[in-house]
């Protein structure tokens, strides 16, 4: 997405070369972490992931008791027992392997869920500062994608962008 939007301003600057655009820059992460919602939804999945851990942990402590269990009496156990505990142990832990890598598609979209509303809200601020103050366009400065821009010819929106938000 980013490589778009660049390749779109690398042809777009030498048609504009002779007019003087305006563009605004800024934080994106900065601006989202900024919102008083975004404490709210970090608060919401700590705790939600908190279940998950704690469900986790159960479970491996369960895993372990019966495996130590095995371990103890496997010298005394029947062979039809031994591979009966055997298919139970191995029956676990595959539930438990699936229990984890579920456990983190389901906080992941649980994630993509709580900052949705945020995303939308921020990217509607954006659009009203760009469409109010007459910018060409607003660069997210985050992840060295802009690693210059000239104060001179381009305003910082930070300030704007954490007002509109609140």
Do not use: H, W
Request: net charge negative.
């Amino acid at each position: 997405m980013k490589k778009y939007g660049l390749l779109l301003l690398m042809v777009a600057l030498p048609l504009l070369a002779g007019a003087q655009v305006k563009f605004g820059y800024f934080s994106y992460e900065e601006a989202f972490q900024s919102m008083p919602e975004y404490a709210l939804a970090q608060a919401n999945l700590k705790d939600l992931k908190s279940k998950y851990d704690a469900e986790m942990k159960r479970v491996e402590e369960e895993f372990n008791r019966k495996y130590e269990e095995f371990l103890d009496g496997q010298g005394d156990f029947a062979p039809t027992i031994l591979q009966k505990r055997q298919t139970e142990l191995q029956e676990l832990l595959k539930k438990n392997v699936a229990f984890k890598a579920e456990s983190a598609k389901l906080l992941q979209q649980a994630e993509k869920e709580a900052y949705a509303p945020l995303r939308e809200k921020l990217a509607k601020a954006v659009q009203s500062i760009g469409a109010s103050r007459g910018y060409a366009f607003i660069l997210n400065t985050d992840g060295d994608a802009c690693p210059y821009i000239n104060p001179e010819m381009g305003e910082d929106v930070s300030q704007q962008v954490r007002e509109a938000l609140r």
